[in-house]
Nanobody
């Protein structure tokens, strides 16, 4: 089981990026799949998540700017990030629960320059 995140990069304030997370070895059918981020010197925090009930939840500061979606094949999850701000700078990780285990993907760096 592997999760591979991609799509990070350097962008100016107000710009957009789209992150992708592809799973190998399983499909996203557990309790949740989502995106987290960790800025330097800070704890990892939830950014956006799908729950098994079909709900989506977003961290307050990204509501209206970020959007999480899933691919048709159910082994890919995306994070569209618009109107990026310097405080969005972090390493972004995808994570998914499956049979009681939480799997973490490789991180992808997002840097927003002012």
């Amino acid at each position: 089981v592997q999760l591979q995140a991609s799509g990070g990069g350097l962008v100016q304030v107000g710009g957009s990026l789209s992150l992708s997370c592809a799973a190998s070895g399983f499909i996203f059918s557990g309790k949740f799949v989502g995106w987290y981020r960790q800025a330097p010197g800070k704890q990892r925090e939830l950014v956006a998540i799908f729950t098994s009930g079909g709900n989506t939840n977003y961290e307050d500061s990204v509501k209206g700017r970020f959007s999480i979606s899933r691919g048709i094949a159910k082994n890919t999850v995306y994070l569209q990030m618009n109107n990026l701000q310097p405080e969005d700078t972090a390493v972004y990780y995808c994570a998914a629960e499956k049979y009681g285990t939480v799997y973490w993907g490789t991180g992808t760096q997002v840097t927003v320059s002012s």
